[in-house]
């Protein structure tokens, strides 16, 4: 049977995509074996095109939170594919045996701050360090979520109601959960995040009303 066009770029584009994808794996340990590093994520565009989050053909877009900027250096020109392209706008020099000096590029993520506001309706055993215990959770979510993840705001109702030690019988209920980038208008929409951002929560961001 005659292979159609469609499948012969299909079989290709795997093919060519099961090294890379192997090589990637190794630029990924290699990275979060640097010491400091806390989040990061390797985007690779194997393709003929520019991607969608702009990343240019067999290019590597590196984003790195923590860190030393010579380090992850060291690390992506141990590990990255040969012959491959880089995004980024952070230039670290690396010098082989050889005295030849090769520029590896990364970028480090934008940090977004998310306002929160949770109204919650206070049950019999509701005391005010659960007020306290909230912002907290809400807190840590959000500084737990990947670089490039978007906050999706049914799970901001998932980590406040999960404070309740019985479900059955909790504490408090949630009555609405709004959120937003910080100082825009809040809402109940997922807020997107870009694939170099990365959502930050603080405490004086987030806001619990108590009735």
């Known amino acids: 049977m005659t292979e159609t066009d469609a499948s012969l770029r299909a079989r290709q584009a795997m ?11 190794g630029l990924n340990g290699a990275i979060a074996a640097v010491s ?5 994520v390797v985007y ?10 702009g990343i240019p053909r067999h290019s590597i877009a590196v984003i790195v939170e923590g860190g030393a900027d010579q380090d992850i250096g060291n690390a992506i020109y141990n590990r ?25 590029l990364f970028s480090r993520p934008t940090s977004v701050d998310i306002d929160v506001t949770i109204n919650v309706k206070q049950i019999s055993g509701y005391t005010q360090s659960m007020t306290t215990a909230i912002k907290d ?13 978007d906050l999706i705001i049914s799970s901001l109702w998932g980590t406040v109601l999960s404070l309740n030690q019985s479900l059955a019988a909790p504490t408090f209920s949630v009555t ?26 603080v405490v004086g961001n987030i806001t619990v009303n108590v009735t």
Do not use: C, W
């Not at 690779?44 to 989050?53: A, G, P």
């Not at 910080?182 to 807020?191: L, N, R, V, Y």
């Open 80 to 104: 990255k594919p040969p012959g491959t392209g880089m995004l980024g706008n952070i230039s670290v020099p690396v010098t082989d045996r050889y005295n030849s000096i090769s520029n590896m």
């Open 36 to 40: 400091g590093v806390k989040r990061f």
């Open 176 to 201: 609405s959960v709004t959120a937003t980038r910080h100082g825009q208008t809040q809402g109940t929409s997922d807020i997107a995040i870009a694939y170099n951002e990365v959502a930050h929560g």
């Open 15 to 25: 093919s060519t995509a099961q090294p890379s994808q192997a090589i990637i794996e």
């Open 137 to 149: 959770a809400v807190v840590s979510f959000l500084n737990s979520l990947l670089i490039g993840q």
């Open 44 to 53: 690779e565009n194997y393709t003929d095109t520019t991607d969608s989050n």
